[in-house]
């Protein structure tokens, strides 16, 4: 028997905006507001136990965070990655949005210099200096 392929879901509002985001500053700011609208962030934990870390790689020379704003798509893009291994369940680590936005400027310190969100699906990239920033630009607007 093989196991059965999963379907790929219907677009999330966040794909069709990273999407837009490119060529619409509406949807790029509509965009933000989704994404820091959402309580947590999901990654792929690398290490054990105290050691857990969220997934960093190295894209285009820079040292970057992977995040996904969904646990469907952090699977998806984890298994694009193969970086999940073939457990049906894979356990994945949450991590709370704002905390994320207040470990950025640790994260730029420690060489980590952008946040690739939702890779395997609409992946759309920012620097890590450019989330405080564009958390508090979104706050502003009224999320």
Do not use: C
Request: aromatic share 6%; net charge negative.
């Amino acid at each position: 028997m093989t196991a059965a392929r999963r379907e790929r879901p219907i677009p999330s509002a966040v794909s069709q905006l990273a999407a837009a985001a490119g060529r619409d500053q509406d949807a790029a700011s509509a965009l933000w507001k989704a994404v820091f609208g959402l309580d947590a962030w999901f990654s792929i934990p690398r290490g054990e136990g105290q050691t857990v870390q969220p997934l960093v790689l190295e894209v285009d020379g820079a040292a970057t965070l992977l995040l996904w704003t969904s646990d469907d798509a952090a699977i998806e893009g984890g298994r694009a990655l193969d970086v999940l291994g073939d457990a049906e369940d894979p356990t994945l680590l949450s991590m709370p949005s704002a905390g994320v936005v207040e470990l950025a400027p640790g994260y730029a310190e420690a060489g980590i210099r952008r946040v690739l969100f939702d890779h395997g699906a609409t992946p759309f990239l920012v620097e890590m200096n450019s989330l405080p920033r564009l958390r508090q630009e979104s706050l502003d607007s009224g999320v």
